[in-house]
Antibody, heavy 120, light 107 residues
């Protein structure tokens, strides 16, 4: 059973970069069965898909965030990461790391989520 | 991008009632639709994929139907533990997109 755990700062200043890491256990980020990605949820609001990445480097990003997002996979640590540049208060949200099955494109496993607040 | 529209935004029903949530895609997505359940403070949980296939371990009172642009999630007999927000998600193409959510409350 795959387990995912987010880690990173809970508070980021406006205009800085939000950086989160997801550690995977019970499976390998080198698996060809999954994309690795991020979804966020502003407080009291709905879900927003940020993007997915395949271990080979192929990536897909939400067009509304594409200019500010970078994702990467570290197979040696069995982790993947999110960088979101030039953040504003609108980026305050619970950030979930998750796996998306390559065959069904359903989000099968989720981390517990981590609240990131953008504030000075 | 494919836009997903859910209705209603909230519904209140009694234990044992049949509850229906609808989801409409802005363009045809065949059966590339999933449903998730989210309880407060928790990550969403996959309930249904392929519009009508039940994820392992999900109670059989949950069912999904539809294809093309119109989809339905049905809870045949509402239970107290079903109080949650439900989201649809199109899986036809990237970017993946979600509906706005439907909050199901118990009267």
């Amino acid at each position: 059973q795959l387990q995912l755990q987010e880690s990173g700062p809970g508070l980021v200043k406006p205009s800085e970069t939000l950086s989160l890491t997801c550690t995977v256990s019970g499976g390998s980020v080198s698996s060809g069965s999954n994309y690795w990605g991020w979804i966020r949820q502003p407080p009291g609001k709905g879900l927003e898909w940020i993007g997915n990445m395949f271990y080979s480097g192929t990536s897909y990003y939400n067009p509304s965030l594409k200019s500010r997002v970078t994702m990467s996979v570290d197979t040696s640590k069995n982790q993947f990461s999110l960088n979101l540049r030039s953040v504003t208060a609108a980026d305050t949200a619970v950030y979930y790391c998750a796996t998306t099955a390559t065959t069904t494109r359903t989000i099968d496993y989720w981390g517990q989520g981590t609240l990131v607040t953008v504030s000075s | 991008d494919i836009q997903m529209t859910q209705s209603p935004s909230s519904v209140s029903a009694s234990v044992g009632d049949r509850v229906t949530v609808t989801c409409r895609a802005s363009q045809g997505i065949s059966s590339w639709l999933a449903w998730y359940q989210q309880k407060p403070g928790k990550a969403p949980k996959l309930l249904i994929y392929g519009a009508s296939s039940l994820q392992t371990g999900v109670p059989s009172r949950f069912s999904g139907s539809g294809s093309g642009t119109d989809f339905t999630l049905t809870i045949s007999s509402l239970q107290p533990e079903d109080s949650a927000t439900y989201y649809c998600q199109q899986a036809n193409s990237f970017p993946l997109t979600f509906g706005g959510g439907t909050k199901v409350e118990i009267k």
